[in-house]
Each structure stands twice: as C-alpha cells, then as structure tokens.
C-alpha cells in the first residue's frame, strides 16, 4: 500500500478550526497562557537609549507592552491590539502578520486574514495541527497512534505496509486466567474466563472489552463455576455454567444484560452442556446424554421458558443461521452402533418442518461455521464445505504433515470470502485463513499460545489464546487477541 512519508510533523493551526492560543513565546516554544501568548524576541530588560522604559527596535523605541506592531518583542506583530506584551487571540485563533509568525505551531504554518491557519483537512490537536488521515501519530483522530512501527496511516485508519501480514495484531485484553470462547457485536468481544481449581473454578466470570481497544474488561457476572461457551444478540449474554464443579449434570445456561446485572438463570439440569448459540429469540446448545456418548441439540426461548430437544440424540456438532438449524449426526449401522465414516450433515428449518442431509460419510466431524451460501466443517485434517441450497461437498484444504501430530482444530468462522480457524496444540499454534473456495492456506497469525474460539467481522478477526497448561498464575496468562485489518 502506498503511503506518505514525514506523516508525524504537527501543522499550521487549522482554518476555521477552534484552538486554545498556543502563539510563539520568546523561546519559539508554545506559551503557558491559554488566552494570550508572547511573540517575537522579547528582550530581557527595557533599552538603556529609549526613555520611559522603551524598547529599541529598528532604530527607534517602542512600548513592547502595547505596540501590536512590536508586542512582547522586535516584530511581534499582534494585529491590532497588544496587552502587556501578548497578544489577544481573536475567535480561539491567534493573530498573525506574515506566516513565519505561526511557526511555532508548526513548520506548515500559513498566516490568513491575519490569524494563524492550517491546510484544509488537517484539524487541531493540542498545540498545532495534525493530518488526520495521513498521521499515524494521530490516525483518524488527536492522540490516535498506530501501535507499531510497522504500520501506515491510510485514509485515517492505521494499516500493514505492503508485504506485512501480522502489524495490526494487538492484545485487546491480557492476564486473563483460562478465558473460553468470543462472541462479538459491533461495540465489544465478550468472553468467559473459567477460573481455577484453588476456588473449585467458583471464581469464573463473563466478561467484555471493547473492540476498539484500550479498555479494561468489563465483568458482567461473576462467581460463575466454569462457564464455558458464550453467544451475544442485542440485548444479553448468555453462557454455559455448573452450579457443582464436581458433577457434570450441573451444567446450567445463563443470561444477563449486556451492560451486567443479576445473571437469570434459563435451563438447568444439563449434562456437560457446549457449543451455544442464540437466534431469532432463542438460545441453542448441546447437551450430552449421561454416560457422554451422544449429544441433543437442545432450546430455550432468550426471554425464559421449557427447554426442549430440538435433536433428541445423535448430534456432535452444530450451528444456526438466521434460517435454519445445521447438524452432524451419526448414522447407526444396523448392528447397533456407527461404522466408519458414518456421519452426516443435516439442515432442519428453525420454525420447524422436514430434515434434509446436506452431505454423508463424514469421519469424525468436528467445528462448524455458515455463511450464506455454505456450510464448513473439520474432518479427518481436511477443511471442507457443501452448498446449504443443496450440491456436492468441496475439500478446500487438507492439513495433513503441515502441522505436529498433536495439532487440533478448532473453532471456525467466516465473512463469505474466508474461513478463519485456530490451531489450538499444534506447532507452533496459529490462526489462518483459506478462501471460501479453496486455495493457498495462510497464517495471519503464528506462535499463539493455545488459540481456541475465533470470530469475525468487516475489518477484523478476533480470538481467544487460553494461555498455558497450567492455570495462571502458575501458568502463563491467556488474552484476547484481534488483527486488523483482517
């Protein structure tokens, strides 16, 4: 990307901009006074050959307190006004006479209708003026930096340099203690951190921070026992919990405002409950049977009802879009149990009607992610899709010998134009990306420590890293990470 060079000088002051008057003292350095400031050469005591205290400039004496041609020195110019040597500054701005008097705000500085002015497009920012589109000092606002060397202000935006992939990652929240999954909406990434095992994971929490950066989490609920997944629609979070750390049947699905609140409780009595999400008013997630071998996708109205099972048994996965509900489920052989390869995909409307198989003989499927016109799934080390109108199944990449034999998939998102994927334990764990329609893999970001939920929006893709083995403090921390742009 082109970009252009010498973009951190500050400016003359903007025209037609408000500015608290920063004209030059005698130092050439902006004055402390905000409603007037010294200008020119001010000499340190009155000239001996001038009589009633008098300066000598240009060969005559003048009143360095009141000549608006001389005001606190040789060549002040002040306009028409000069009050104990400084100058009034008219409308916020301060006065000039030829443009080396705004030098001090700026090596660009111009002098107008005898007030200080800056190039059209620039705006102040503290004693000068910026380049708001151009300054990555001040990208797209007064004291907005882009956060490393390696990026360029463009269009008021900070952005990677050409051959650049990793300049915008930045570390949206940090010494997070075991953090789970992200969900996202345009203001925040919300998260749950699990807690540890000296409180019996009692000290668990739901959590946001905002997108744009800078912030420091904002806890939504906490004494939350091992909450796990979370979801996000316009009015609350919700999240899988326990109220027994010991006893998987405990699990729970929760909900509170988006700004905190009393957590309210919408389904209890789950098995090991994962894998949430939340459409057109209701929440879903699966639920496992007790002895673990099977899973339901089960239901709950967001604003509180009777759970249902939606897919009574079978399912391992899932996902939801704003019309349909889409499945793996394992096919039972005739004597008794799956053989290999005897998975399927299945889409099933949300307000109810027939099941369709979108696609069969899938070998351990796990990781789900739609977009509008395809649904993607993990199986065997391959990455893959099928059209959700109905068609034939795409691999789009397959990863086998790219990564350690302990590499694990696991969440996927996508914009319609990739998929985006974390690689949990590979080595080293990365975050990649691979075209809706298959092609060159990329890792937009290496050496992640433990990467796990992923979303996605316009600009942006943000992810989880868990952090080490062991539960910080013993362990290393885990974040939320986000690169931008994407």
């Not at 004209?23 to 010294?38: I, T």
Request: glycine share 16%; net charge negative; with cysteine.
């Amino acid at each position: 990307m082109a970009h252009r060079a010498g973009l951190g000088r500050l400016r003359a002051l903007a025209a037609g901009a408000t500015l608290v008057c920063a004209c030059a003292s005698p130092s050439g350095a902006p004055s402390a006074d905000a409603s007037a400031a010294d200008v020119g050469g001010r000499p340190e005591v009155p000239d001996a050959a001038c009589p009633d205290g008098g300066s000598l400039c240009g060969g005559g004496c003048v009143d360095i307190e009141r000549d608006p041609m001389n005001c606190g020195g040789c060549g002040g110019f002040c306009g028409e006004e000069c009050d104990g040597g400084a100058c009034p500054c008219i409308g916020g701005r301060c006065a000039c006479k030829v443009d080396g008097d705004c030098f001090a705000m700026g090596s660009m500085a111009v002098c107008v209708s005898g007030l200080c002015a800056c190039p059209a497009g620039d705006r102040v920012c503290g004693n000068g003026c910026i380049d708001p589109m151009n300054d990555p000092n001040n990208c797209g606002g007064c004291g907005v930096a882009c956060a490393t060397t390696v990026k360029a202000c463009q269009a008021g935006s900070c952005q990677c340099l050409d051959g650049e992939s990793t300049c915008a990652l930045t570390a949206l929240a940090t010494g997070l203690n075991s953090p789970q999954s992200i969900a996202i909406d345009g203001t925040y990434a919300y998260f749950a951190v699990a807690g540890d095992s000296q409180t019996n994971y009692a000290n668990g929490a739901v959590m946001k921070v905002p997108l744009a950066g800078g912030g420091t989490p904002i806890v939504l609920a906490s004494n939350q026992i091992g909450p796990g997944t979370v979801a996000v629609d316009g009015t609350a979070v919700y999240w899988t919990s326990h109220t027994l750390w010991y006893d998987p049947s405990s699990g729970t699905v929760m909900k509170v405002g988006l700004d905190g609140g009393v957590p309210i409780t919408l389904a209890s009595g789950q098995n090991t409950p994962g894998d949430m999400a939340v459409v057109a008013g209701n929440v879903y997630w699966l639920a496992s049977n007790s002895s673990n071998t099977s899973f339901a996708v089960m239901t709950v109205p967001a604003s509180g009802g009777t759970p249902q099972a939606v897919v009574p048994t079978g399912a391992t996965d899932f996902v939801v879009d704003a019309n349909n509900l889409y499945w793996t489920e394992v096919v039972v052989t005739d004597a008794g149990g799956p053989g290999p390869s005897n998975e399927e995909i299945v889409k099933m409307p949300l307000d109810g009607g027939g099941q369709t198989v979108l696609t069969s003989g899938i070998a351990g499927a796990t990781s789900m992610a739609v977009d509008r016109a395809n649904l993607y799934w993990f199986s065997g080390g391959s990455l893959s899709a099928v059209p959700i109108a109905g068609g034939s199944p795409l691999a789009l990449a397959a990863f086998q010998g790219m990564f350690s034999p302990n590499g694990q998939f696991n969440e996927i998102a996508t914009d319609g134009a990739n998929v985006y994927f974390t690689l949990a334990t590979a080595t080293p764990a990365n975050v990649v990306r691979v075209p809706i329609d298959g092609g060159a893999v990329t890792t937009i970001a290496a050496g992640q420590n433990n990467p796990e939920g992923v979303a996605v929006d316009g600009t942006s893709v943000y992810w989880v890293d868990m952090g080490g083995a062991m539960e910080f403090p013993n362990g290393s921390p885990g974040s939320i990470m986000k690169l931008s742009p994407k």
